[in-house]
């Protein structure tokens, strides 16, 4: 962690040293163009956070916001009309689809120093989400992770394994009470965490073979299918701010979002609900799914290095911190990426040691190219398997053709 630190000192003087040679040399100021996925409330937070650091490098930032229904779209558009950004935040796995159209700077291979050092400072599970063949073409600008949720005045203790788990579903199942995915219901959000707790992943570690049909995967699909067509998890979709408030659904898994959700849609129950990291599998692994954005350089841009100075800028502790409060304000609740800044966030410790503990187990999608092509069939073996009682493994094995087909195109 001592070395990210120099790193992000040194940079600090190489600000204050750019401004200084601007000023002298009477030089014309950069701008650079940051197109933000998210809200304007946050966009507005990083423009004002871009005030202090044009007054220490007079390097000026422009941040968009764009709305994630269009954002993929318009970044292939941008790309095509040579109109893209110089920076671009984006969901995890975009990265390595849009650098493997040479559109995005390979980050490891550009600053090969700071790049090892920002891999030591956030956790694993992201860290094997940016890297896809020794290229990363983004480093992370937040996360997001899924886990449990509770109430405490009607369940004693979260479940610690998926025995536990069930013996718990069967016993609320007596009173009319059950368990709600609120994010990832019947999709493969929803069941990679079970997948990963059974031993089983979508491809294997060098991301060259397909491996969703392996038993481990199976045991796992059948176990997420079983919470919905034997433990009657609904179908549909219900919110957990009205499960966990009516007490009708007393334990769901969601996002860590739901917490600041949950604290301001159902402020009766108050001290009645609590969060735990999922049950764990027959790894013995609490395995979940973690998410976020990542920030990255698209080729065409002018100002390379000047982008990367801003991306080291928002990734520093110091920064995230503030990033992480404003978020708070605005409802945006995304979770800082550095470790190092989980130490200074003003958060309820148990709620921190959950989250941290959750972070550290975790992983997050497969950094392949064209992974949201891939995910719709798994979804579709998924819903097939819960909504028509088809054959597990039969129905991973049509999965595994068709993302074979992707990873060799």
């Not at 790309?79 to 980050?107: C, H, K, Q, R, Y």
């Amino acid at each position: 962690m001592r070395k990210i630190l120099v790193l992000f000192l040194a940079s600090s003087i190489l600000f204050a040293g750019c401004g200084k040679k601007a000023d002298q040399a009477g030089a014309k100021e950069v701008e650079i163009i940051m197109w933000l996925i998210g809200s304007e409330g946050q966009a507005l937070t990083i423009r004002e956070l871009a005030e202090k650091f044009y007054q220490d490098t007079k390097i000026k930032v422009r941040c968009d916001a764009i709305s994630w229904g269009d954002a993929h779209s318009k970044y292939l558009t941008s790309i095509a009309g040579n109109v893209a950004p110089d920076i671009g935040t984006m969901g995890l796995t975009w990265g390595a689809e849009f650098g493997n159209f040479g559109s995005m700077v390979d980050l490891a291979r550009a600053y090969p120093e700071e790049i090892r050092a920002i891999k030591e400072s956030i956790f694993t599970g992201l860290c094997n989400s940016i890297e896809y063949k020794g290229k990363i073409y983004g480093i992370p600008f937040d996360m997001t992770e899924y886990i449990l949720y509770y109430r405490t005045d009607i369940i004693a203790a979260p479940p610690k394994d998926w025995g536990e788990l069930t013996a718990l579903l069967a016993e609320l199942g007596k009173n009319n009470k059950g368990m709600i995915f609120d994010w990832g219901s019947m999709s493969w959000i929803g069941y990679s965490p079970f997948l990963w707790q059974a031993g089983g992943d979508y491809y294997d570690k060098d991301y060259t073979q397909v491996i969703i049909d392996s038993p481990e995967a199976v045991m796992g699909i059948k176990f997420f299918s079983e919470l919905y067509t034997k433990y009657y998890v609904p179908k549909t979709k219900i919110p957990l701010e009205q499960g966990m408030r009516t007490g009708d659904f007393p334990i769901a898994i969601s996002g860590n979002w739901k917490i600041d959700g949950l604290r301001l849609s159902a402020p009766e129950i108050a001290g009645k609900w609590s969060i735990a990291t999922l049950p764990a599998g027959p790894t013995g692994k609490k395995t979940a799914f973690i998410g976020g954005r990542i920030m990255g350089i698209f080729t065409q841009s002018k100002h390379k290095e000047e982008s990367w100075m801003f991306i080291k800028y928002l990734f520093s502790p110091v920064i995230q911190e503030k990033l992480y409060e404003a978020a708070l304000t605005k409802q945006d609740t995304y979770l800082p990426p550095v470790k190092e800044t989980w130490n200074m966030l003003e958060m309820d410790k148990k709620f921190k040691d959950v989250l941290v503990a959750q972070a550290n187990d975790a992983k997050g999608p497969p950094p392949v190219t064209s992974w949201d092509a891939c995910a719709k069939y798994i979804d579709e073996a998924i819903q097939k398997v819960i909504l028509q009682n088809a054959d597990p493994k039969k129905e991973l094995e049509i999965a595994k053709k068709q993302l074979i087909k992707i990873l060799n195109k």
